[in-house]
T-cell receptor, first 111, second 112 residues
Framework: EDQVTQSPEALRLQEGESSSLNCSYT??????LFWYRQDPGKGPEFLFT???AGEEKEKERLKATLTKKESFLHITAPKPEDSATYLC????????????FGQGTRLTINP | DGGITQSPKYLFRKEGQNVTLSCEQN?????MYWYRQDPGQGLRLIYY???????QKGDIAEGYSVSREKKESFPLTVTSAQKNPTAFYLC???????????FGQGTRLTVV
């Protein structure tokens, strides 16, 4: 059975303090890994798609990387507006119609 | 404006009543999904549809029903058989099985 585990559950940083969020996954074959940002009371907003180990994607202060067992979302010099819950999801090769989500990391950036 | 529209944003239901949540997309996506989100449990898949007039159960389909009569629309009915329906419901759509899904803004259902 697919399993997606995100850590930590919650993370508090000072503005400008860089860090990384982790997404570990166990699937028989990965079709794609996806990162989303979710603000309270809203739907998830798509950030990145990663397809193969070694791939990296960047957007402003965010950088997503992928290995064969996990993905990292690196946040460089974060600002308070980066505060949100970050969700990771995977599609398996068999059963690719399903997006399986982790429980998310709640990130708070203090000014 | 292209996107996914869920309505209503807030919904209150009395116990024993069925209620239907609306989801419409104008992105010309083939696949549509319904997820449920509870605090501390992430998103769980209720139903998904890859094509008009076809849909499959997800991980927590009991007490829910859907229809897909048009490509643009994928309504979800929460029936009285759903034992704990109070939750945040999210609809999503996607272009293919390889790509990301895009979400609507959600409907918060409260049973009173």
């Amino acid at each position: 059975e697919d399993q997606v585990t995100q850590s930590p559950e919650a993370l508090r940083l000072q503005e400008g303090e860089s860090s990384s969020l982790n997404c570990s996954y166990t699937v028989s074959g990965l079709r794609g890994l996806f990162w989303y940002r979710q603000d309270p009371g809203k739907g998830p907003e798509f950030l990145f798609t990663l397809y193969s180990a070694g791939e990296e994607k960047e957007k402003e202060r965010l950088k997503a990387t992928l290995t064969k067992k996990e993905s990292f979302l690196h946040i460089t010099a974060p600002k308070p507006e980066d505060s949100a819950t970050y969700l990771c999801a995977v599609r398996e090769i068999q059963g690719a119609q399903k997006l399986v989500f982790g429980q998310g990391t709640r990130l708070t950036i203090n000014p | 404006d292209g996107g996914i529209t869920q309505s209503p944003k807030y919904l209150f239901r009395k116990e024993g009543q069925n209620v239907t949540l609306s989801c419409e997309q104008n992105l010309n996506h083939d696949a549509m999904y319904w997820y449920r989100q509870d605090p501390g449990q992430g998103l769980r898949l209720i139903y998904y549809s890859q094509i008009v007039n076809d849909f499959q159960k997800g991980d927590i389909a009991e007490g829910y029903s859907v229809s897909r009569e048009k490509k643009e629309s994928f309504p979800l009915t929460v029936t009285s058989a759903q034992k704990n329906p109070t939750a945040f419901y999210l609809c999503a759509s996607g272009n293919s099985m390889n790509t990301e899904a895009f979400f609507g803004q959600g409907t918060r259902l409260t049973v009173v």
